[in-house]
């Protein structure tokens, strides 16, 4: 079960550092061919979700890793399954109908709370 945490809680961390990390400092233009719900959120929420991403992408190797609080880890996971959970609703209340990424993430975040429950 250790080995398989971290397989699973190493890719979700990198996907969400990646994005969180472009949510952060990329415009809002250079962000609509990859998300087009740009448009619908202000500026700020989205420098926020990127903020969320970067530190939930933390807790899931950091407080493991080091042996420190390690219920956070479980606690990030169950923040990405919220925050897949709204957007997968961000996608279906716009035009963007495509949620089959969402879906995914949501289903690992869910498969890394249970992991982690065994750490």
């Given at each position: 079960?250790?080995?398989?945490?971290?397989?699973?809680?190493?890719?979700?961390?990198?996907?969400?550092?990646?994005?969180?990390?472009?949510?952060?400092?990329?415009?809002?233009?250079?962000?609509?061919?990859?998300?087009?719900?740009?448009?619908?959120?202000?500026?700020?929420?989205i420098r926020a979700l990127g903020a969320v991403?970067?530190?939930?992408?933390?807790?899931?190797?950091?407080?493991?890793?080091?042996?420190?609080?390690?219920?956070?880890?479980?606690?990030?996971?169950?923040?990405?399954?919220l925050l897949q959970t709204g957007a997968i609703?961000?996608?279906?209340?716009?035009?963007?109908?495509?949620?089959?990424?969402?879906?995914?993430?949501?289903?690992?975040?869910?498969?890394?709370?249970?992991?982690?429950?065994?750490?």
């Amino acid at each position: 079960m250790n080995i398989a945490y971290w397989i699973v809680a190493a890719l979700l961390a990198l996907f969400y550092f990646y994005a969180g990390t472009l949510k952060m400092i990329r415009s809002r233009d250079q962000l609509r061919p990859m998300m087009a719900w740009v448009d619908r959120i202000p500026l700020p929420a989205i420098r926020a979700l990127g903020a969320v991403e970067i530190l939930g992408a933390t807790g899931l190797i950091l407080p493991p890793l080091t042996g420190i609080a390690p219920w956070l880890a479980p606690a990030a996971a169950i923040g990405f399954v919220l925050l897949q959970t709204g957007a997968i609703a961000v996608h279906l209340t716009g035009e963007d109908r495509r949620i089959a990424l969402n879906a995914g993430l949501t289903v690992t975040a869910a498969v890394t709370i249970w992991l982690a429950t065994g750490l």
